[in-house]
């Protein structure tokens, strides 16, 4: 598995609406209708409570969404850590299993923790960082998966720092990849980090995506593109003022050149001898940084991104 084609919300609109399925004496299987309590966001170690302000509590879901009794209940973790909490009965990436992440809310009102292996949050791989050229600081924002797959997981990284980013290996649920949605320099991750609207190029609506995962071999595919809900909408009229880029810390690395520089090519253009077009028509390139090499995503101000 290397990446979905698309980084958007598909599946997860109606999330909150399915429990967990519970056997009964004779194994069969029921949906129970959901009570009207709720699970209170725990601040376990590691976690990041995300979009307070609504009926969410922190949890990361939607802000009109609760972490309901008889519900999963995704989490946040801090920048470069992974959710370790997922339903465990639930080993590919399909609906409705792949919302079960997070703790399970049962009817009682408290909070089973479904995988004993594994803490809260655990690092990732730690082959990617993301690394600011552009001067404000750039909000980069991870898809909940397991999830909703809306983009509410923070990560800032300041101007001329380098964070780490969270790198999922096989490991993770479904083998799947971490997407995250990359913001305009200046935005915030409380502005970027939630469901935004076709006036600010932001959130789902900012111009580029990424996304990275690491195979058993210790090989990790980056990639970076255009998100095709921006180049779709009129925002697409005004050419973003940064770029974004690939680079590899020590060379072993394949793919290169990975880029996009809006000062020098159109909108939906990428510099690459391997770019193709996913889903909704968004180009993007790919790099295999080879046998745990260090990969980078650069963010710089248009035009500054040298080759």
């Known amino acids: 598995m290397i990446f979905n084609s698309q980084l958007f919300v598909a599946l997860g609109i109606f999330a909150s609406t399915f429990a967990a399925p519970v056997a009964d004496e004779n194994g069969h299987q029921h949906i129970h209708a959901k009570r009207g309590g709720?699970?209170?966001?725990?601040?376990?170690?590691?976690?990041?409570?995300?979009?307070?302000?609504?009926?969410?509590?922190?949890?990361?879901?939607?802000?009109?969404?609760?972490?309901s009794q008889g519900s999963w209940c995704p989490y946040a973790c801090q920048p470069g850590q992974l959710m370790g909490q997922w339903d465990t009965s639930v080993t590919t990436y399909s609906y409705p299993g792949s919302q079960h992440g997070g703790l399970y809310c049962d009817n009682s009102g408290n909070l089973q923790k479904p995988n004993q292996n594994k803490d809260y949050c655990y690092d990732g791989a730690g082959t990617v960082s993301a690394q600011n050229s552009a001067g404000s600081d750039v909000a980069f924002c991870q898809t909940v998966l397991p999830g909703n797959e809306d983009m509410l997981i923070p990560t800032n990284v300041g101007g001329g720092s380098n964070q780490v980013l969270a790198v999922p290996g096989p490991d993770y649920f479904a083998s799947t990849a971490a997407h995250y949605y990359i913001n305009p320099p200046g935005v915030?991750?409380?502005d970027a980090?939630?469901?935004?609207?076709?006036?600010?190029?932001?959130?789902?609506?900012?111009?580029?995506?990424?996304?990275?995962?690491?195979?058993?071999?210790?090989?990790?595919?980056?990639?970076?593109?255009?998100?095709?809900?921006?180049?779709?909408?009129?925002?697409?009229?005004?050419?973003?003022?940064?770029?974004?880029?690939?680079?590899?810390?020590?060379?072993?690395c394949d793919g290169l050149p990975c880029s996009i520089d809006p000062s020098k090519s159109s909108v939906n253009s990428v510099d690459s001898n391997q770019s193709s077009s996913g889903a909704g028509g968004?180009?993007?390139?790919?790099?295999?940084?080879k046998n745990g090499a260090h990969a980078k995503i650069e963010v710089f101000s248009a035009g500054e991104g040298g080759n």
């Open 188 to 190: 915030s991750t409380q």
């Open 38 to 67: 709720t699970c209170q966001f725990p601040n376990y170690n590691g976690m990041v409570a995300v979009q307070t302000g609504g009926q969410n509590g922190g949890w990361a879901m939607s802000p009109d969404q609760t972490c």
């Open 282 to 289: 968004g180009d993007f390139c790919v790099v295999t940084a």
């Open 193 to 252: 980090c939630q469901w935004g609207d076709q006036n600010h190029a932001q959130g789902n609506w900012a111009p580029y995506v990424a996304g990275a995962n690491q195979q058993n071999n210790g090989d990790t595919f980056v990639k970076i593109g255009w998100n095709p809900i921006f180049t779709g909408s009129d925002l697409s009229h005004n050419k973003p003022n940064f770029g974004i880029k690939i680079t590899c810390d020590d060379g072993n």
